[in-house]
């Protein structure tokens, strides 16, 4: 640089410095560390913990993890494919149990040449959720999301086609009967006859109807007994149906809670701290064995299908009080400016209310939601076979895979974690898409 | 409100099915199915394989019941049922027979108002070690970490047996076989203790196995048996003998092998009385005359079904022992089929 300053006054620099690299402190990976683990005593302390914590687990791990085996069909094989690769005494992951019992984990013992309807059923969940999940795609894809239901439960369970047919229709009459009584009764009494027409149908005249339907066109499908269900399919099943009506149930509750009309509001609050003030096992329990005992002997009230009722009154208690809590959160000029629009009770929920309350419990109802799936493996205590223990379980109980313990654990906890992340995701997008305040 | 009476009344359409009486057979007849009440896995006992069958000593007798009443071993519906639901199960009537090695106790066939029909094997509570410890006898336990299922009749047997003989433990309370073998093997407790079966098939599991040792003394009786509910008699004497005559086959050579040509007519006519070609034992509980012999062509009799599912030449590797017939020092003693 000396050079540059000939015929310049000495104590003029007139070129400038060229830029230099920040000191070794100031940069790159010393100056992360410095900043993030290393900023004081306390945090260099917590730091080595953190580290020496990580090294333990690693090292227990890792070579587990490393002497993975994927190609045995029993335990013992395993361990002497370990035993010959890594030497005596190396412990190894034996993923074979996964390899040859990965449809028990998925179907339970659902017959493997119908497969193909519980793979169909899954992928038309994704097409009738798509419509409610993302906004931009076409409205009219949310019939088939009506009508979905009763296609999962022909496909799954079979039977006759008729029985989903009668159970649609009764909503059919219950829409046809508040069309016609609106203008003749007015809105209370429609909705009284909207709710009563398709309980009527569905009490006396739906097995009526689908008895003599199959008789004149019988198609169907063979059946598959609820004790086939089993796994992640059981776990699906229970799990996506609570959800789709714990929500709309707990969003009734929510309102019956804040309404000033007495016996609702003493109703609703009853239900949901009744429901909220017992586990969800002490539910299980009342279905599968209380229920013996109430109903008349011998009447085989599907176990699977109380097992989901008493998830979704469960589930829809707390979604009830998640959703109060939107409700509570929007401010009172919101209910005053629908008033001031002269929109009914229902319009002002529907355009207004709902909307924002709703937005702002998304991360709650997503939580509930989460929480709804993982409980699903409390149903092994009603000899239920969920994929977490019960069929582990079984699987452990044949003579080559007794011993594995592990790993029929991992496989279907990276499957929750895979399902539950998703939805986490999801709620966020939702959350980010929706947002409207400081953009 | 309207989802749920919507799922409510497809149950009543489509799954509901007629009302029971109080003659099991004939439900079971009409059902064309037998309902019977199994563990939701055990080695050896009942377990599903890879394509879903069930299998094992108890689902044996399950299907040799179905044999016998309905004519095929094959239409059996396997329900399983945890360690709480188990009786719930038996007596609300989901399950027609509970084959899910139960113990026979006094409590449970009475104030249960159950019906046990017999014992299908003879068990009894042990305590494995590891060979390192040095122990040979239960009684040189004092002071041991034992781990122990929670809410069993084990837990109470190791009560008493450590109060009787002056010595303390400390427990580690485990919840299933599978959790107790996860911690007996970290080391986590000095012994394990539960049904002597049980930890024999533990122990053949374990990677190495001839460093672990059974001790010798068994604190408890557990007889394990069938059971069905009070109040049908004839379901019960079904059942019971069922077991009594896959016991006597073994008794008197009746295989799964030689039963078709033996039912031609022998010289020993209490075998011909099981076979149904002499007398009219079938009828006397209201079935066909060849009931025991469809029983016993399902899997065998009873030696055939013990050597296949926990015999000595399975992995479970356990000996006759009690469970040997009466003329081999056992305690397999059936009343004559007369």
């Not at chain 2, 027609?96 to 139960?102: F, K, P, Q």
Request: hydrophobic share 50%; with cysteine.
């Amino acid at each position: 640089m000396s050079g540059t300053k000939a015929n310049s006054a000495s104590f003029v620099r007139d070129t400038m410095l060229s830029e230099q690299d920040p000191p070794i402190t100031e940069r790159g990976v010393v100056k992360w560390a410095r900043e993030n683990l290393f900023s004081g005593p306390l945090n260099t302390f917590l730091t080595i913990i953190g580290a020496v914590a990580i090294y333990i687990i690693l090292k227990g791990l890792a070579p587990w993890l490393l002497h993975s085996v994927w190609n045995a069909n029993s335990a013992a094989e395993c361990r002497e494919i370990i035993a010959a690769a890594y030497g005596e005494g190396a412990h190894g992951a034996c993923w074979g149990v996964v390899r040859e019992r990965w449809a028990q984990f998925l179907y339970g013992f659902y017959p493997s040449e119908h497969y193909w309807r519980v793979n169909l059923t899954f992928i038309l969940l994704f097409v009738a959720l798509a419509p409610i999940l993302f906004a931009n795609l076409p409205r009219k894809m949310l019939w088939f999301s009506v009508i979905y239901p009763a296609v999962a439960l022909l496909l799954l369970w079979g039977g006759s086609v008729w029985v989903p047919v009668a159970a649609l229709a009764g909503f059919a009459l219950g829409w046809l009967a508040y069309r016609f009584a609106l203008p003749v009764t007015g809105s209370l009494a429609a909705t009284v006859a909207a709710v009563l027409v398709p309980i009527i149908w569905w009490l006396f005249f739906a097995g009526w109807f689908a008895g003599l339907a199959h008789g004149i066109l019988p198609l169907g499908m063979e059946q598959v007994p609820s004790s086939k269900f089993g796994g992640f399919l059981l776990s699906l099943t229970i799990g996506v149906t609570g959800i789709a009506f714990s929500l709309p149930l707990g969003v009734v509750l929510a309102l019956g809670r804040q309404s000033d009309m007495f016996l609702v509001k003493t109703l609703s609050v009853g239900f949901i701290e009744f429901i909220r003030g017992v586990p969800l096992i002490t539910l299980l329990f009342t279905a599968s064995l209380l229920l013996n005992y109430f109903l008349p002997p011998g009447t085989n009230f599907d176990i699977i299908l109380r097992v989901i009722i008493m998830v979704t009154l469960f589930s829809a208690a707390y979604i009830a009080e998640v959703v109060r809590g939107g409700l509570a959160a929007l401010p009172r000029g919101q209910y005053e400016a629908a008033d001031a629009l002269g929109l009914d009770y229902w319009k002002a929920q529907q355009l207004i209310i709902m909307p924002q309350a709703l937005k702002i419990s998304i991360p709650g109802i997503v939580s509930s939601f989460i929480g709804l799936f993982k409980d699903t493996t409390l149903v092994i205590f009603v000899g239920l076979l969920d994929p977490l223990k019960g069929i582990t379980d079984a699987i452990r109980g044949s003579f080559e895979w007794k011993g594995i313990y592990w790993e029929p654990f991992l496989f279907p906890a990276l499957i929750f974690f895979l399902i539950c992340f998703g939805m986490s995701r999801y709620s966020m997008y939702l959350e980010n898409k929706l947002k409207r305040d400081h953009r | 409100m309207i989802k749920q009476l919507f799922f409510g009344s497809l149950a009543a359409t489509g799954m509901m099915a007629g009302f029971a009486s109080a003659a099991t057979l004939d439900d079971v007849k009409a059902r064309g199915e037998l309902n019977c009440g199994v563990t939701t896995g055990l080695v050896g006992f009942a377990a599903p394989d890879a394509n879903g069958q069930w299998a094992g000593f108890d689902v044996d007798y399950c299907r040799a019941l179905a044999a016998a009443v309905l004519g095929d071993g094959s239409k059996v519906k396997f329900v399983p049922t945890t360690g709480q639901t188990r009786f719930t199960a038996l007596s609300s009537g989901e399950v027609d027979v509970l084959a899910r090695n139960t113990t026979w106790t006094y409590s449970r066939d009475t104030d249960l108002k159950l019906t046990f029909v017999g014992v299908n094997y003879y068990d009894g509570q042990g305590f494995m070690v590891n060979k390192s410890l040095g122990v040979t006898s239960a009684k040189e336990l004092d002071g041991a970490t034992v781990c122990i299922q929670t809410g069993t009749t084990t837990e109470l047997n190791l009560a008493d047996f450590f109060k009787a003989n002056n010595m303390t433990y400390k427990p580690v309370a485990i919840e299933t076989n599978a959790e107790g073998e996860q911690q007996y093997g970290a080391g986590a407790c000095d012994t394990y203790t539960t049904d002597a079966s049980g930890l024999a098939a533990t122990r053949a599991s374990f990677a190495d196995p001839e460093n672990h040792i059974v001790l010798p003394e068994i604190i408890s009786k557990e007889p394990l048996g069938p059971l069905v509910r009070h109040g049908d008699d004839q379901w019960a004497d079904i059942a019971r003998w069922t077991l009594n005559a896959l016991i006597a086959a073994e008794e008197f050579g009746i295989t799964s092998a030689n039963a078709d040509e033996l039912a031609k007519g022998t010289d020993n006519p209490e075998i011909n009385r099981i076979l149904g070609t002499e007398g009219d034992l079938g009828a006397m509980v209201g079935l066909d005359a060849q009931w025991a012999l469809r029983a016993i062509k399902n899997a065998g009799n009873y030696g055939e079904i013990f050597a296949a599912n926990i015999g000595e030449s399975t992995p479970i590797g356990l000996a006759r022992g009690l469970n040997a017939q009466w003329t081999q020092g056992g305690l397999l003693y059936t009343p004559p089929f007369r």
